[in-house]
């Protein structure tokens, strides 16, 4: 089974980290990744820019608009996602509470929508 692993960090966590703190995940997530891709599961995985560098796209009655950075008040920032191919759900979910960055916020696990394509 393929899952998208969703990683979310809450704001109020890791506000204060310094860049010693921020190096420190930086490596534990690399050697994370390291590790699932020497175990065969993990088929790619990237970090995200801070929220603030995106733009959220809405189209409403043919009408598109485009804002800014995150939503208002936002305190979770999509951080990064990883996706991987495992046996089972409760196998992705123990492999998400493996993640370093599961302790500071959250991770989302979404199964991928298989479809024939003709």
């Given at each position: ?10 704001q109020?966590?890791?506000g ?5 703190d ?57 951080a ?8 089972s ?30």
């Amino acid at each position: 089974m393929k899952f998208a692993c969703l990683c979310y960090l809450d704001q109020e966590k890791v506000g204060g980290f310094t860049r010693k703190d921020w190096a420190r995940l930086d490596d534990e997530t690399l050697d994370f990744d390291s590790e699932l891709t020497a175990r065969g599961v993990m088929t790619l995985g990237y970090p995200m820019q801070d929220a603030a560098t995106g733009v959220t796209v809405r189209v409403r009655d043919g009408k598109m608009t485009a804002t800014d950075g995150p939503f208002a008040e936002t305190k979770e920032q999509l951080a990064g996602f990883f996706l991987i191919e495992v046996d089972s759900r409760e196998e992705a979910v123990r492999i998400a509470a493996e993640c370093p960055l599961a302790p500071l916020g959250w991770v989302v696990i979404r199964p991928w929508l298989e479809r024939e394509h003709s």
